[in-house]
C-alpha cells in the first residue's frame, strides 16, 4: 500500500490555496512549486502569484521557483515522493516528471479528453455547457492526455461567469483531491485511458472577444459574455468608431424582421438595448466603456444609439 506523504504541489494560482491548506492540514505538503513573476505577462495573472506568494509565506510553506536549477536538489530536500498539479498553465518538463517515476498527477477542470490545455474553464463556457467534470490524471508530457484516476461532477450554473465557475472549482477541488489520496492509498484507484473526442482549450487572446454580427449566433454570444466576464472582457463591440465590452448577454424574443445582423431593433427603458444576430436577437445587458458601467438602455441613451443603426 503505497502513500502520498511528501507532496509537491506545483501552482501559480490562489485557485490552489483551498487544497495546498489540505495536504498541510493532513501533514503530507512538503513545498510548492511556483513562477516568477517575471514569466507571467497578463497583469492579472501577475496579481494573482503575488497574492499567493504572500500566503505561502505567510504560512512558513517552502517554495521554489520551476526554472530554478537547483529544483530536483531542492526535491531531494524535502524527500518528494509526489507531485500534484493544479492552476499551473506552464510546461513542466520532462525530467521533473521523470523525478516522480509517475507519481505526478494533475487537477483540470473539464472531463478529459474535452477541453485540453490552459483554459477550460472559458472555453466551457463558451459553448454554454451545463455540466463538467473535476478530472485527476497523470501527468504526461502530452498535454493533459493522462490515464484518469477519479473524477468529481460539477453543475454550470445559467449565469455562471468565469470568476463564479473558477470559484466553485476552486470549493470543489479539496474533497476531490481528499478522495483521491484515500483511494490511491487503499489502492483502489482504477486507472483508465481517455476515451472520446479531442477538445482543446487554448490561452485566451484578444482576438476571441471579436465575435461578428453576421456570422454568429444568440448562444454564441451568450457564452462570449459568460466566459470573458470578468477576466477576458466579455464580447467586443464597436459603436461609433469606439470598442466597447459587453460583459452580460441574454437571448431576447423581439423578431429581426430581416434586418441585417448588428442592427439595433429596441431602445426601451424596459426592453433594454436590442441587437439582431445572425439566428435571432439578443439583450446587451451590461456594457463597460471608458467612462463607466452601463445598463444597455443607459449605455444605448449615454452614446446616442437609436434603431436602426447597425453596430460594427
Not at 79 to 99: E, M, N, P, R, T
Not at 224 to 235: I, S
Not at 262 to 289: F, H, P
Amino acid at each position: 500500500m503505497e502513500r502520498l506523504n511528501k507532496v509537491v504541489v506545483f501552482t501559480a494560482s490562489c485557485v490552489s490555496i483551498p487544497v495546498i491548506e489540505l495536504l498541510a492540514s493532513q501533514n503530507k505538503l512538503v513545498g510548492v512549486v511556483t513562477l516568477s513573476l517575471e514569466d507571467l505577462g497578463d497583469s492579472r495573472l501577475v496579481g494573482d502569484l503575488q497574492q499567493l506568494n504572500q500566503q505561502l509565506v505567510q504560512a512558513n510553506i517552502p517554495q521554489v521557483d520551476l526554472n530554478d536549477n537547483r529544483l530536483l536538489a531542492q526535491f531531494d530536500y524535502w524527500q518528494a515522493s509526489a507531485g500534484l498539479v493544479f492552476g499551473f498553465s506552464h510546461k513542466i518538463d520532462a525530467q521533473v516528471c521523470d523525478y516522480f517515476d509517475g507519481e505526478i498527477f494533475n487537477l483540470h477542470a473539464s472531463d478529459l479528453p474535452a477541453y485540453r490545455g490552459s483554459n477550460p474553464i472559458y472555453w466551457q463556457l463558451r459553448d454554454n455547457l451545463t455540466q463538467t467534470q473535476l478530472t485527476v490524471h497523470r501527468l504526461t508530457q502530452q498535454m493533459d492526455s493522462g490515464e484518469i484516476g477519479l473524477q468529481a461532477p460539477l453543475a454550470i450554473h445559467p449565469f455562471d461567469n468565469h470568476q463564479s465557475l473558477g470559484l466553485r472549482v476552486m470549493q470543489a477541488a479539496p474533497q476531490l483531491v481528499a478522495d483521491f489520496i484515500a483511494g490511491y492509498e487503499a489502492g483502489a484507484i482504477e486507472w483508465r485511458a481517455q476515451q472520446g473526442e479531442v477538445s482543446l482549450a487554448p490561452r485566451v487572446n484578444a482576438d476571441n472577444a471579436q465575435l461578428i454580427w453576421s456570422e454568429h449566433t444568440v448562444a454564441d454570444f451568450i457564452g462570449a459574455a459568460r466566459a470573458g466576464n470578468p477576466h477576458h472582457g466579455g464580447v467586443a463591440v464597436r459603436v461609433n468608431g469606439g470598442t466597447f465590452n459587453v460583459m452580460q448577454i441574454t437571448a431576447n424574443s423581439q423578431p429581426s424582421y430581416g434586418c441585417v445582423p448588428g442592427t439595433v431593433l429596441a431602445v426601451d427603458k424596459e426592453k433594454g438595448l436590442i441587437v439582431a444576430a445572425k439566428d435571432g436577437a439578443v439583450r446587451l445587458d451590461v456594457i463597460v466603456a471608458q467612462s463607466g458601467y452601463y445598463s444597455g438602455y443607459q449605455f444605448a441613451v449615454f452614446y446616442q444609439l437609436d434603431a436602426g443603426m447597425i453596430l460594427g
